[in-house]
Nanobody, 126 residues
Framework: QVRLVESGGGFVPFGGSLTLNCEAF??????????MGWFRQAPGKEREFVAA????????AYADSVKDRFTISRDNAKLTSDLQMNSLKPEDTAIYFC?????????????????WGQGTQVTVSS
């Protein structure tokens, strides 16, 4: 079992920045096999991929809509992942979820992730 806890959401103006944090708890989190991903869901829309990082190699993937604005990172000692979000737009408004799982092939499909956090709200004003 892995428990994920997100924090850092809030209300920001257009063009502002925000950093989300996700902390993993649980002995089954495997530094060599796990991938950490961030997804978001806006009202009335489906959950969509934002960014992901393979824990061991540090290789990353981003949705086109956030590339060059968002940066995902991880802290191996603390078992935390940050999502640094810059140049925020109103269309970034959503509930943001972190998720993790082992041996994830594509990184971008939500179905590949086994454990999910409760989500944190990000609201960007126009």
């Amino acid at each position: 079992q892995v428990r994920l806890v997100e924090s850092g959401g809030g209300f920001v103006p257009f063009g502002g920045s925000l950093t989300l944090n996700c902390e993993a708890f649980g002995r089954t989190f495997n530094r060599y096999r796990n991938t950490m991903g961030w997804f978001r869901q806006a009202p009335g829309k489906e959950r969509e991929f934002v960014a992901a990082i393979r824990w061991y190699s540090g290789s990353t993937a981003y949705a086109d809509s956030v590339k060059d604005r968002f940066t995902i990172s991880r802290d191996n000692a603390k078992l935390t992942s940050d999502l640094q979000m810059n140049s925020l737009k109103p269309e970034d408004t959503a509930i943001y979820f972190c998720a993790t799982g082992k041996n994830i092939p594509t990184m971008i499909s939500s179905q590949e992730y086994e454990y999910w956090g409760q989500g944190t709200q990000v609201t960007v004003s126009s």
